[in-house]
């Protein structure tokens, strides 16, 4: 029953930096494993990175080093800091949250139960 909804998405030129909120409301995320996944134009949901309870990170191997995924649970948001940015990131990038603890692969989009509307990253070339 969680909402999520991102924000800060927007036009950065290559080499720049954005930061992506995911506000969640309705349940405390806490305890939920959160991801960022990313959709360009004419391509599949891709992951991007997760974050666990515990606070344990895993990234895309396309933004390691560049993208840090964070939470601050006293504000029951997940952020996504990007930093270099390059046109290959232009995307739609949405926040999930897996509250089942049980279920798979956190780098499958499947395994999430929701999703938030996206916000749109555009970094021209």
């Known amino acids: 029953q969680v909402q999520l909804a991102e924000s800060g998405g927007g036009l950065v030129q290559a080499g720049g930096s954005l930061r992506l909120s995911c506000a969640a409301s309705g349940r405390t995320i806490s305890s939920y494993t959160m991801g960022w996944f990313r959709q360009a134009p004419g391509k599949e949901r891709e992951f991007v990175a997760t974050?666990?309870?515990?606070?344990?990170?895993f990234y895309a191997d396309s933004v390691k080093g560049r993208f840090t995924i964070s939470r601050d649970n006293s504000k029951n948001t997940v952020y996504l800091q990007m930093t270099s940015l390059k046109p290959e990131d232009t995307a739609v990038y949405y926040c999930?949250?897996?509250?089942?603890?049980?279920?798979?692969?956190?780098?499958?989009?499947?395994?999430?139960?929701?999703w938030g509307r996206g916000t749109q990253v555009t970094v021209p070339s």
């Open positions: 999930a949250a897996n509250s089942i603890p049980w279920r798979g692969s956190l780098i499958d989009m499947g395994t999430y139960d929701s």
């Open positions: 974050i666990r309870s515990s606070g344990s990170t």
